[in-house]
């Protein structure tokens, strides 16, 4: 099964969390958990963490837990989903400046475009295997029931839809202002959108 951890919504401890960043080590970021677990034996399972500030995938296995494996990723990786047949996960990077509630963005360095992408990770050989490109500044990531994957782009307003065999980016479907969380529903036919700036949430039909 996998299981995710889900982000607040940007409060106080968006705050909180942006002072702690300035004195803690890189490996304090930790923004979304998958976890993949068998049934048939604890100690099978594995958890995979993203580090946004240190640009790297945390592996947890064993019993009792211990960090098993610290792999490169690119920068800031964050939404982590896995695929269909469970061999792989789908990783979101991003090369857009860490922006903390409040600040006046036209004060932050340019993005690095180049290092937006979908970051494919196989698990049984851990390490990443490619990065798919066309997608700007993703942050969280769907899969619907032919693998492809839905991303968010909040820089312009749509959802990407992806092939993750090809890395071909085949459209896009516009959801409004802000897109961030995303959501497949249990059956793969719908597709929910957060519009974070038209407080909203947009159905698309797979």
Do not use: C, H, W
């Not at 979908?118 to 295997?129: F, N, P, Q, T």
């Not at 769907?142 to 307003?157: N, R």
């Not at 959802?159 to 993750?164: E, L, W």
Request: hydrophobic share 40%; aromatic share 4%.
């Amino acid at each position: 099964m996998i299981r995710f951890g889900l982000r607040l919504p940007r409060t106080r401890f968006e705050r909180t969390r942006t002072a702690r960043r300035r004195r803690a080590p890189l490996r304090s970021s930790v923004l979304l958990v998958a976890a993949l677990a068998s049934a048939s034996a604890a100690a099978d399972y594995r958890v995979f963490v993203t580090n946004e500030l240190s640009g790297d995938l945390s592996v947890i296995a064993g019993d009792p837990p211990a960090l098993e494996a610290t792999v490169p990723l690119g920068k800031r990786p964050r939404g982590i989903a896995r695929s269909k047949d469970g061999q792989r996960l789908y990783i979101a990077l991003s090369g857009a400046p860490i922006a903390p509630p409040g600040i006046d963005e036209r004060s932050l360095p340019p993005a690095d475009k180049s290092a937006d992408g979908i970051g494919v990770y196989s698990i049984a050989d851990a390490r990443l295997e490619s990065v798919i490109r066309g997608v700007e500044n993703p942050e969280q990531i769907g899969v619907g029931s032919e693998g492809e994957l839905f991303v968010p782009t909040e820089d312009s307003g749509s959802v990407v839809i992806a092939d993750a065999e090809t890395g071909r980016i085949a459209g896009s479907v516009s959801v409004g202002s802000e897109p961030e969380g995303i959501a497949v529903s249990l059956d793969r036919r719908s597709v929910y959108v957060t519009a974070e700036g038209d407080n909203a949430v947009v159905v698309i039909d797979a």
